[in-house]
């Protein structure tokens, strides 16, 4: 067992103070430990999960009938705007953080981040960006420009009012935040892992939150630059974006940010699956160096895709190729992790727990996600379905069908870290089969109608063949999506207090972060070994099959 | 018709936005590439899940099965293979997509346009090169690829008609083209596509492709728009119309040959010449009736919530004279 030398406390600056001293609210909020901080950022998500979702359910009840009436359409527009920047910067970014934060540093055997009071800071600035960005709906309107508040929409002349200001600024505060975080965990994974841990033995899932990070460093401030000329141009007269500007201008600011935001998501997401299936598939990740490369080969395409988002504008024929073929090869490497993750589970001894379901569940509906996405890479295609119904469905599939499965099987693999106790496996199936029922019911009709023409962000719609029909199935689906969101927080509430007590390692898992206590103490580990692969447990325990011994397992 | 081979085709090719029953060359070019890709991406996709299937049935952990399998670390091989394959179909795609670009991006190279449609929020307006200007509906002759200017007079819009072809963004400071070219005459429905603020979703538009007889003998009277019929409850709507500040916004013609001065006049709103020859009311908000204008004049913010024509608290009477006034049909 020479790989379990255990080589001393680590934490190279493991100075700074832990207000261990209580469990009160004090705590909580004075914080600077990953771990409360990364719960935090959790439940932070959760919390405005809830809230979006009442605007989707709210917009999904407008749209169940045509010509309807339930909300006026001013509300719809609002509703509707703030559905899509809750989700994508208050839910989906803030949970990245969030398992980011909890994450990192135990999987590579630090005691903390690198920076645990710039940690605190950012996840505050998020929060409170995110409560100035809801405070909004009292302060005589949210804003409802839609999530991309194209100009000149988005201006005072056709936008009085100031929810705009309101999402300009939130949407700063919460940048900062993001942006604060990333540079966090960038230099937490360069500069803290366990001794002997090389960059290409750290856990998939850490390759790709170092990707995301940095595609974060180099996309949020295209945003936030804009979110400011915008506001010079709503405050201040400006004229970046107006008839005296460009309005297209805006369109690029937002796509340069806009699509690496898209991988900033769904990175992650490719990093719990990435861990999650090799180990219910009792195998190490198939061909580990072509699925961290494949990632970095996204980071970099991502960066050159962002036109195919302003198709329609009028760009001219070279332009509207090459960046229909740039949006096209990204389909490469992702094809490349897709193969990687079902070759993992070729020859495995797969337990089929819900965590793995949902893996499976994000497999197929991703790549669906993926499948109909070729559509608005391929120019004529996108110009026949962007902005219908059919591009609200591709991306719901790429964000909820990917992402969101992604972040539920991560959910169930290491709630019982967080917490200490299993989430109940009973629950979880319910949870599991409401989901894809309700998920696909949803939004796999919203192909149809987008190909039968129906346009999105539309507050009602004529009676038109099928299309009640359609919209009604998606309307019953959207609720019983949110019923198994229900579901889910009542498994998280059941267990923390009856779940089954895990243990340290309950999945006989191989990463770090098992290694660690369930839930980990205040400093994490009391030791580390001296890492010598990229499965350091596995090879604690199978000295002889140890993965430094096999020239591909190191 | 090769989306009408199944039931299921051609129940969805039924409905009048359908792209599943393209009606012009540049629809029926991407509506093929459409089926061949999605053909192909959907091949993949079943084959990425009839693998699923098989591991799920072969390799389930089954009860006593405790043992680790011997760990496989990749295959370099494999890797290489499931690059290529992508790669090559990405490269056939893009190669498919350059002719359906260029057979259906229109650029005019210098042709005039032949018709210009200025979007409004939230509503379209048509205007031909001898003066001609509607509202809400484009005519045009079918057999001959037509060539339509598109902007705005405001907020970015979108111009889409379905079963005839790509839509194209119209927006502020620059002017966009798109072909028009129906197969048959007929009337195409479309809508604004891109997201312009409270009335977005009944910004509809409909196309109306006629012989190039019928075409002509329609721009005729529309040069020569029907007067007021000279009953007196006309006149006393012609009276309310002028009284009530309608005419800030909107223009109607009351004395023959004056139609071409049109082309110069401002729009804020539709010109209601022969506004009984339209299709629909609120840009596709009413079908276009006698009883359905009184009831848009009664309280156009019940019709169309949001839309920028303000209520004027006409009363019954009034409502009465200004419908007999304006509702003029042509033929």
Not at chain 1, 221 to 226: H, I, R, S, T
Not at chain 2, 168 to 185: I, K
Not at chain 2, 221 to 226: E, G
Request: aromatic content about 14%; charged content about 15%.
């Amino acid at each position: 067992m020479t790989d379990l030398t255990l080589d001393g406390p680590v934490g190279s600056d493991a100075t700074h103070e832990h207000e261990d001293g209580g469990e009160g609210l004090l705590s909580w909020v004075s914080t600077v430990d990953h771990k409360k901080v990364g719960l935090m950022y959790i439940f932070t998500a959760l919390f405005f999960l809830v809230v979006g979702g009442v605007e989707a359910l709210l917009m999904r009840i407008q749209l169940a009938v045509p010509n309807n009436h339930f909300l006026s359409p001013q509300m719809y527009d609002q509703l509707f705007t703030m559905h899509g920047t809750t989700m994508i910067f208050l839910v989906a970014m803030v949970l990245v953080n969030g398992f980011g934060n909890y994450l990192i540093p135990l999987m590579i055997g630090a005691c903390d981040v690198a920076f645990p009071r710039l940690n605190a800071f950012g996840y505050w600035i998020t929060l409170f960006g995110g409560i100035m960005l809801n405070y909004s709906f009292l302060a005589g309107g949210a804003p409802s420009a839609g999530w991309f508040a194209y100009a000149p929409l988005s201006l005072p002349a056709y936008n009085t009012g100031t929810g705009m200001d309101y999402w300009t600024l939130g949407l700063l505060m919460t940048g900062i935040g993001t942006v604060t975080a990333a540079l966090n965990l960038i230099v937490t994974i360069l500069t803290l892992r366990a001794r002997g841990m090389r960059i290409t033995q750290v856990p998939l899932f850490v390759w790709m939150m170092l990707i995301t990070s940095l595609l974060v460093i180099f996309a949020l401030p295209a945003l936030n630059a804009g979110l400011v000329m915008l506001f010079v141009d709503r405050r201040m007269h400006g004229m970046f974006f107006g008839s005296h500007g460009s309005p297209v201008l805006w369109q690029h600011f937002f796509w340069i940010f806009g699509h690496p935001e898209v991988y900033i998501l769904v990175l992650p997401a490719f990093g719990m699956i990435s861990e999650i299936i090799p180990v219910m598939s009792r195998k190490p990740i198939f061909g580990y160096n072509f699925v961290a490369a494949s990632t970095v080969a996204i980071g970099f395409l991502s960066f050159g895709v962002w036109a195919h988002h302003m198709f329609a504008v009028g760009l001219w024929n070279s332009a509207l190729i090459t960046f229909g073929a740039s949006s096209m090869l990204i389909a490469v490497p992702t094809g490349v992790k897709l193969f990687n993750w079902v070759a993992t589970m070729h020859g495995g001894r797969i337990r089929m727990n819900t965590a793995m379901l949902f893996c499976i569940g994000f497999l197929v509906q991703f790549t669906f996600g993926g499948v109909t996405g070729m559509t608005f890479a391929i120019v004529p295609l996108d110009w026949a379905t962007t902005d219908t119904y059919f591009v609200v469905a591709h991306f719901h599939y790429t964000i909820i069908g990917g992402i969101v499965f992604a972040m539920m099987a991560g959910a169930y693999y290491w709630f019982p870290k967080m917490s200490g106790r299993m989430l109940s496996e009973r629950l979880g199936r319910w949870n599991f089969w409401l989901m894809v029922i309700g998920f696909n019911g949803t939004f796999f009709v919203q192909h149809i109608l987008g190909l039968l023409g129906m346009p999105r962000r539309v507050a009602s719609y004529p009676n038109l063949p099928m299309w009640g029909t359609l919209n009604m199935i998606s309307t019953v689906g959207a609720f019983v999506f949110g019923f198994s969101v229900l579901v889910f927080v009542g498994n998280v509430l059941y267990s923390v207090f009856y779940g089954e007590v895990a243990g340290d390692n309950p999945w006989d898992a191989w990463t770090l972060e098992w290694l660690a206590t369930s839930p980990p103490a205040a400093h994490n580990f009391e030791r580390v070994p001296y890492v010598r692969s990229r499965r350091p447990l596995w090879d604690a325990k199978n000295p002889e099959l140890a993965d430094w011994r096999h020239p591909e397992g190191g | 018709m090769t989306g009408r081979i199944f039931t299921a085709g051609s129940l969805l090719g039924g409905v009048p936005t359908s792209l599943f029953s393209p009606a012009s060359p540049q629809a029926r070019s991407v509506y093929d590439l459409f089926m061949l890709t999605s053909g192909v991406m959907l091949a993949i996709m079943f084959f990425l899940c009839a693998w699923i299937v098989y591991i799920l049935v072969h390799y389930r952990a089954r009860p006593g099965e405790t043992e680790d399998p011997v760990p496989v670390y990749g295959n370099k091989k494999l890797e290489i293979i499931w690059t290529l394959i992508p790669l090559a179909i990405v490269t056939v795609f893009t190669i498919l997509m350059v002719p359906t670009i260029f057979k259906t991006h229109a650029e005019p190279d210098g042709r005039a346009p032949d018709i210009t449609v200025i979007a409004h929020q939230w509503w379209w307006e048509v205007r031909y090169p001898d003066g001609v200007v509607t509202a809400n509906e484009v005519h045009l002759p079918v057999g001959r690829p037509v060539l339509l200017a598109l902007r705005t007079a405001d907020v970015i819009h979108d111009f889409w008609v379905p079963r005839l072809g790509p839509k194209q963004d119209m927006l502020p400071g620059q002017t966009n083209y798109l072909w028009l070219q129906p197969d048959h005459p007929g009337i195409y429905d479309g809508t604004c596509a891109e997201y312009c603020g409270t009335d977005h979703g009944w910004m509809r538009i409909r196309v109306i492709a006629q012989t190039q007889a019928d075409f002509d003998s329609w721009e005729t009277a529309q040069l020569h728009p029907q007067m007021p019929d000279s009953s007196a409850l006309a006149q006393e709507g012609g009276q309310i119309f002028t009284r009530s500040t309608c005419t800030n916004c909107h223009a109607l013609v009351d004395a023959p040959k004056v139609a071409a001065n049109l082309a110069h006049h401002v729009t804020i709103a539709p010109s209601l010449n022969d506004l009984g020859d339209r299709e629909t009311l609120g840009a596709g908000t009413l079908d276009n009736s006698p009883e359905n204008l009184a009831k848009w004049l009664k309280d156009p913010q019940a019709c169309k919530p949001g839309s920028n024509m303000p209520d004027f608290h006409f009363s019954d009477e009034e409502v009465r004279a200004l419908t007999a006034y304006l509702w003029r049909k042509s033929h």
